[in-house]
Nanobody, 126 residues
Framework: QVQLVESGGGLVQAGGSLRLSCAAS????????MGWFRQAPGKEREFVAA????????YYTDSVKGRFTISRDNAKNTLYLQMNSLKPEDTAVYYC???????????????????WGKGTLVTVSS
């Protein structure tokens, strides 16, 4: 079992930055690919970014490339998402997820992950 708890969300002006964290319980954190997903009001959940178990491979949806950076610290059982140059359209609840498939596979769907956190709200004002 892996339990995931997100933090770091909040209200920020357009152009600002936030860093999300996802703390994972359990000793097997390093065995899972990890990802960030988001769901805006009235919209479907969508993939944002994913990282392989070693941190050596990362994947991003096109809309965040060059602005967001996903990283992980396996010694601290923590996943991060550094978000820069935020836009109002980045407003959403952000979820972290852990999955036994590859990070590339996590990018193919926004559902069906092994474990989900409860999410943290990011609001970007214009």
């Amino acid at each position: 079992q892996v339990q995931l708890v997100e933090s770091g969300g909040g209200l920020v002006q357009a152009g600002g930055s936030l860093r999300l964290s996802c703390a994972a319980s359990g000793r097997t954190f390093s065995r899972y690919a990890m990802g960030w997903f988001r769901q805006a009001p009235g919209k479907e959940r969508e993939f944002v970014a994913a990282i392989s178990w070693s941190g050596g491979s990362t994947y991003y949806t096109d809309s965040v490339k060059g602005r967001f950076t996903i990283s992980r610290d396996n010694a601290k059982n923590t996943l991060y998402l550094q978000m820069n140059s935020l836009k109002p359209e980045d407003t959403a609840v952000y979820y972290c997820a852990a999955d036994s498939r590859t990070a590339r596979a996590m990018g193919a769907t926004a559902y069906g992950m092994d474990y989900w956190g409860k999410g943290t709200l990011v609001t970007v004002s214009s």
